[in-house]
């Protein structure tokens, strides 16, 4: 099919009159970019932008967050981190009020720059906070090789690393009404656009890899629309036949292929072997802890048991402790509420003052929808 130009893709998008569909960016950065492109302004009232569960910080629970200002608080130890973590509550303390009380905890733009610290500071032990999904468990497993490689005694991790299909299934094993995907492009770029096809293929729900463009997101949004509205269409025309007892005969969207990739510069349906297998050398799959969600067996990823030694506690955090019971970041990460409908949101709750992660991160859904009130 001939590709759209701009101005189509918003005539569609902006006049779809179909079933109404709920599509999930599962995505904290896509989260980010339709806020900053204004792209839910530009939907027809019948499609329904829905946040998920892929802002690393908004799920990682807030035993972790206790486990990094611990490690803070501890002499001859530094927590190294992404800015976005420094203000993520635990269940008493952020990392940012840690200074306070004697801890130390720093901020870099890259993992690697741990190396120039552990060298200045021998006698310092130096914990990275390891938060993220497949897109970034490759940098860690090079640093990690790095730290092997070179020796270094006074560097560690503290992981809470986690996988997409899971928390996907998840979501779709307890209720999530959700008619289409929007699939991460830097997910993708790792793991293969295949990553996404036994879950489309169990659920019968389409998945469309986008990059982070504007015009990107239309793109792989039309195709979600017109996949998800043919589909549903043709389920209530199902309904329709069996409910009059006539002979069903399925065709057209049955035969179309659920999973689409946008983003083709990027990603491949093999994706990077490469990450994949230094990731593999390195780490193993895990339970995991979702912030709101509990335990989901297989979705994380810990270190090996052979590298135990660079592991700075990582284990059995999984206490998801709220410091505001009334905080809902649980219910909006499972898409089951807005971010406007959590009592707290754009009162107490503020960038500036977050009740929970959800509004601390720029990718988060909170932080996105207050920034565009």
């Not at 549903?232 to 329709?240: A, G, I, Q």
């Not at 090996?304 to 019971?325: H, T, W």
Request: overall charge negative.
């Amino acid at each position: 099919m001939e590709k759209r130009t701009l101005a189509e893709m918003r005539d569609f998008l902006a006049n779809y009159s179909g079933e109404k569909l709920h599509i999930m960016e599962v995505c904290g950065s896509h989260t980010a970019a339709i806020s900053k492109n204004g792209i839910r302004g530009l939907l027809s009232p019948q499609i329904q932008l829905i946040s998920g569960p892929g802002c690393p910080v908004c799920v990682t629970p807030t035993a972790y967050v206790d486990k990094l200002v611990e490690l803070a608080l501890t002499p001859n130890t530094c927590v190294v981190t992404f800015g976005d973590m420094l203000r993520v509550p635990g269940s008493k303390y952020c990392l940012s009020e840690v200074s306070g009380q004697g801890g130390r905890a720093v901020m870099v733009y890259s993992p690697m720059d741990i190396f120039a610290m552990a060298e200045k500071e021998p006698d310092t032990t130096f914990v990275f906070a390891a938060v993220g999904f497949e897109t970034t468990t490759p940098v860690y497993a090079l640093l990690l090789e790095e730290i092997i490689e070179k020796n270094i005694e006074n560097v560690k991790l503290l992981t809470a690393l986690k996988t997409m299909p899971g928390v996907i299934e998840y979501l779709c094993e307890h209720g999530a009404s959700i008619q289409g995907y929007l699939a991460p492009g830097h997910v993708a770029a790792v793991t293969g656009s295949k990553l996404f096809a036994p879950l489309a293929e169990k659920y019968g729900i389409p998945f469309v890899v986008s990059g982070f463009e504007g015009e990107e997101i239309l793109e792989a949004l039309c195709e979600l629309v017109e996949t998800a509205g043919a589909k549903s269409k043709c389920e209530k025309t199902c309904e329709l036949k069996i409910d009059a007892n006539v002979d069903v005969q399925i065709s057209g969207s049955e035969s179309k292929k659920l999973v689409r990739n946008c983003y083709p510069s990027v990603v491949s349906e093999e994706g990077n072997l490469k990450a994949q297998q230094l990731v593999s050398k390195y780490f193993i799959p895990s339970d995991a802890a979702w912030r709101g969600m509990g335990i989901i067996p297989g979705t994380g990823m810990e270190l090996r048991p052979e590298y135990a030694k660079y592991d700075a506690g990582s284990q059995g955090l999984n206490e998801d402790n709220k410091r505001n019971k009334a905080c809902c970041c649980d219910q909006i990460l499972m898409g089951k509420m807005q971010p406007q409908q959590c009592p707290l949101f754009g009162k107490v709750c503020k960038p500036l003052t977050p009740q929970g992660a959800c509004m601390v991160s720029t990718e988060g859904s909170c932080h996105s929808a207050y920034v565009t009130m």
